[in-house]
């Protein structure tokens, strides 16, 4: 069984990229849905892609810390399929803390905060996740929209998830260090379906790293391939 408290120090690994197709692509990636989130409403988030070109002799590649955020934000756009949502304030989280995320409510039209609550520990493996009593059905009503985000901060960009919180809300989230490269028309921190990508994307999971790297190749008949090391 994957002892995620492994992941506690920082340590990057690396998700090398081959195209063998016969035409450019950009290759996203996005992190798998971690356990302790609603069962429905988690988006994907990403802003991580890179475009590679067909047999390129350079290297691509993403680099990935084991570093977790939390993140939160406010604007007048619903949390949804389509929408744009870039945190407004980002923490770097460690396994086993908990923190506060402290929504306004309107008037004034105000984006959050997110604080480590001190003193108060999440099992182990997990990270805590409270929202405060912020009023919803009041801001929503007002055009203005609470949202918060799960994920890594990488040097290519942030990859997590993003929903839309509950008042008085109580997630006890559990980390999957595992991602799905994918091609495709996606937009960066356009909230995207988890469900439609883990469906023609490559798996990536902590077991298919060898000393920190794994190769993701994209064949010329359009199918995923994933190899452990660098290839």
Do not use: H
């Amino acid at each position: 069984m994957l002892n995620i408290d492994a992941l506690n120090s920082v340590t990057n690994y690396t998700i090398y990229l081959k195209n063998e197709s016969s035409d450019y692509k950009n290759f996203w990636c996005f992190l798998e849905k971690p356990a302790g989130l609603p069962y429905s409403g988690v988006f994907a988030n990403s802003s991580v892609c890179l475009n590679v070109l067909p047999n390129y002799g350079g290297i691509n590649k993403f680099v990935i810390p084991t570093q977790y955020s939390l993140g939160a934000g406010a604007s007048n756009q619903a949390v949804g399929l389509g929408v744009q949502i870039d945190s407004s304030i980002i923490r770097n989280s460690q396994l086993k803390q908990t923190w506060e995320a402290q929504y306004a409510t309107i008037p004034p039209y105000q984006g959050p905060n997110v604080n480590l609550v001190q003193g108060e520990r999440s099992p182990d493996n997990t990270i805590g996740l409270l929202s405060n009593s912020f009023d919803r059905v009041r801001n929503e009503n007002g055009k203005w929209y609470s949202n918060a985000s799960f994920g890594i901060q990488t040097q290519n960009g942030f990859l997590g998830v993003t929903w839309s919180p509950s008042p008085n809300d109580q997630n006890t989230i559990t980390p999957k260090f595992s991602f799905y490269i994918a091609t495709g028309s996606f937009t960066s921190y356009e909230l995207a379906d988890l469900a439609t990508i883990s469906r023609g994307s490559a798996k990536v999971e902590l077991s298919d790293f060898k000393n920190l790297e794994v190769t993701v190749i994209l064949t010329a008949t359009g199918e995923w391939l994933v190899q452990s090391g660098r290839v």
